[in-house]
């Protein structure tokens, strides 16, 4: 069993600065997060998707430079979906490669796994491949993050009813789209 002294659950932004931080106070730090890449929502499905998807409409298209070069002005004709998503990916990816670089660099051991409980200061983190690893620490913080909400009684079919997570999967663009919630991300994507 690993002995640390403070360990997070969950790489999302809070998690992220309390795991340095600890570490950068001299605390042997471990974070764990089940989903890969880390980052939480707000770098996988969250605000840096929704941002980078709007920027990328706006640079490919040239709304942005329009008005210095008039409104023939396009620096690519006949956008697709598969551009924005290629965009996205790219995002992505350097954007976690940042995180992850670092926590390493700030001396944050990362765990891929699920943690779950098993006495109040120890967690047990079950690995991609099967294997389980138990970490016992003074202290834990859990920053899990949120999901998209799924009312009771409304068939998510992440084809015609999506979520902000579905909306992420699509392989082709809806002509229409209707946001129902105002939350920052159905916000953002309105």
């Known amino acids: 069993m690993e002995k ?4 997070v659950i969950g790489s999302g932004p809070a998690g992220q600065k309390a795991a340095i931080q600890a570490a950068k106070l001299g605390k042997k730090t471990v974070l764990v997060e089940r ?3 880390v980052g939480g929502v707000s770098v996988n499905t969250g605000t840096i998707p929704s941002k980078t998807l709007r920027e990328a409409v706006l640079y490919l298209t040239g709304w942005r430079q329009r008005s210095f070069y008039g409104r ?4 690519k004709n006949g956008v697709t979906f598969q551009d924005l998503t290629e965009r996205l990916s790219i995002t992505i990816r350097h954007e976690t490669e940042i ?3 670092q926590l390493v660099r700030n001396g944050v051991e990362v765990c891929d796994g699920h943690g779950s409980f ?5 967690v047990a983190v079950q690995k991609s491949n099967g294997d389980v690893c138990h970490i016992h620490a ?8 949120t999901v998209p909400n799924r009312p009771p009684g409304i068939a998510f079919d992440n084809h015609r009813i999506i979520d902000s997570d579905g909306l992420l999967a699509l392989k082709t663009l809806p002509r229409t789209l ?3 919630g ?6 953002e994507y309105a």
């Open 4 to 7: 640390v002294d403070f360990l």
């Open 35 to 37: 989903r890969t890449p």
């Open 72 to 75: 023939g002005y396009r620096l």
């Open 99 to 101: 995180i992850r670089d």
């Open 118 to 122: 098993t006495t109040p200061n120890e």
């Open 138 to 145: 003074e202290r834990i913080l859990l920053a899990t993050g």
């Open 178 to 180: 209707t946001v129902v």
């Open 182 to 187: 105002a939350g920052v991300i159905g916000v």
